[in-house]
């Protein structure tokens, strides 16, 4: 069976992929078995099975399975990088920015549960033998420091501050609703967006 042959992934279903194009269907199956059974079921030897390539054939695009991980999280936050901005495009007020970019935060992380936790899994940790994947994981970061960063008379060392403490907020607000520790709806919201509101308000004096 040749590489423009459909494939059988780890859920089952067929894969397919043209000649070069291995890399993206390595990268689609590894999600594909991260969501099916976790990260200690993502291997290499597992990807050659589920693509149907030789199992020589994924480490011609991963040296291992550090940088498996590096690639399927860099991927991650790529994509909650691309959410987040498309949910704040046309808010100009920057309390409605911040707003709309934790709200998709929130719900890129609680929608990709096992994704999300392994673009911050402690074995990915230290970035510095993963030099794009840093990159790309301040994404989210910068986004939420470019709107403060644009506010009149912004202080350069407060709007570092401020970036941390909002940021803190959205990811500590994510990993309690992924983790069942927090129900909204006890608080008078039935939404996460509306979740969101309310507790941005406390930042409300330093957003305006």
């Not at 991260?34 to 991963?62: K, N, W």
């Not at 808010?91 to 994704?115: C, M, P, S």
């Not at 350069?156 to 983790?179: K, N, V, Y």
């Amino acid at each position: 069976m040749n590489q423009n042959s459909a494939r059988e992934t780890a859920c089952g279903k067929k894969l397919k992929y043209h000649h070069g194009a291995l890399r993206p269907a390595l990268l689609e199956a590894a999600e594909k078995i991260l969501l099916e059974d976790g990260i200690d079921a993502l291997s290499l030897r597992a990807l050659a099975r589920a693509t149907g390539v030789t199992q020589a054939a994924p480490y011609s695009h991963f040296r291992d399975k550090d940088e498996l991980l590096a690639a399927v999280a860099e991927q991650g936050f790529q994509r909650l990088a691309l959410a987040m901005v498309e949910s704040a495009t046309g808010q100009t007020a920057a309390r409605a920015r911040i707003e709309r970019l934790i709200t998709a935060y929130i719900r890129f992380a609680v929608g990709n549960d096992q994704l999300f936790r392994l673009m911050f899994s402690p074995a990915l940790s230290d970035m510095r033998n993963h030099p794009t994947l840093a990159m790309t994981a301040g994404k989210s970061y910068a986004l939420i420091s470019a709107v403060l960063a644009k506010r009149e008379n912004a202080d350069p060392e407060e709007t570092r501050f401020q970036t941390l403490a909002i940021w803190s907020l959205c990811h500590g607000l994510a990993q309690l609703i992924m983790d069942d520790r927090v129900n909204i709806e006890q608080f008078g919201t039935a939404d996460i967006a509306g979740f969101v509101r309310r507790a941005v308000g406390l930042f409300a004096a330093q957003l305006a």
